[in-house]
């Protein structure tokens, strides 16, 4: 084992005693590189699917140059302040965040939970596969967060309103109730706008929060909610569908420079594989999960264009407020972004039409 090793086996000892977690030694093995690859969902999401499909790829690639060592339900840190520590000391080498948790390392980011921002998959999945992310990734480094961005997945489907005791068909619906939010203020502007009141609450706390009526409704998508037994409380979800629920997947900036451009490659190409997976498992599973919450006595509602349109315009407010906070120059560039993007894909569909 080289020096760096031992000293990163050290580090990683240290690290995960000081958060209350266990790791395994990987002394033993005859890998040239470890990857610790931590996220905070369980075996069952879809993030742990496409780690899998990563670990393979990796492992076999690099004919066992590299191995990658899962954390999955938050077992190597249990929180995302930690990772990012750990990420940003080359103590772990993976770690996803949402889009909604962007605005933790870089405010700008939020822009891509605007609500409301994207028609469909396929322009939101253009969109954070094209030149506005790898100028999100360069921002990032620059900002002096030695993080990298590697692939946006999506993790959950599409955000929707969510409530415990009343259908909601419109913001009117909403209004003086209290959500829970994630600690992002894009999130929590969404609910204030909207003119109900935004409720911060830990992800594992959503549960009691929800039976004891701290909160009166949630933002989830469905995969989520029936994956957190948040059904067993939930009774109506609107599919509004607000904010595209993307996974920002990172490397370790530390770790990253030094590792061998081959290996290099073969983790971006990875993270790629991992990228296609969650995307295409995420849609199987929700077939399951709407069902699964309509046999539970849920209620599903899809609101008409107009009520759709109802929603829209009551968080119009959204962009005027993310501008006051981080001025126009990301607004432009998701602009951009989704203005090419849909022209790319509606002009492919005249094409297949066409003849």
Known sequence: ??????????????????????????????????????????????????????????????????????????????????????????????????????????????????????????????VVDGPMIAELRSAVLDSGMPIRLMAVSNTGGWRNFASTDEQIRSPADIKGRKFRTISAPVQQELVRQLGGNPTPVAWSEVYTALATGVVEGTKNGIQDIVGMKLHEQIKFITLDGHSYMGGLWWFSEVTWQDLPPDIQRIIYDGFQELKTVTRGVIKRREIDAYREFRESGGTLYVPTVEEKLQFREAAGGMRDWYVEQYGSEWLMKLDAAIAACEADIDSAYEAAVSD
Do not use: H, W
């Not at 760096?4 to 690290?15: N, P």
């Not at 690859?37 to 492992?59: I, M, N, R, T």
């Not at 700008?108 to 994207?118: H, I, K, N």
């Open 1 to 126: 084992m080289s020096r760096r090793q031992v000293l990163l086996t050290l580090f990683a000892a240290l690290f995960v005693a000081s958060v209350g977690g266990t790791i395994v030694s990987s002394s033993d093995s005859d890998a040239d590189y470890t990857i610790r690859f931590s996220f905070l969902g369980s075996p069952e999401d879809e993030d742990y699917d496409g780690a899998l499909v990563f670990k393979q790829y990796v492992e076999s690639r690099s004919n066992g140059r590299a191995e990658v060592e899962l954390y999955p339900s938050g077992q190597f840190c249990s929180n995302e302040r930690e990772c990012l520590e750990g990420m940003q000391s080359g103590v772990l080498q993976v770690f996803m965040l949402t889009t909604g948790s962007l605005g933790t390392i870089f405010g700008p980011g939020q822009v891509l939970d605007l609500p409301y921002t994207f028609r469909d998959d396929a322009v939101a999945e253009c």
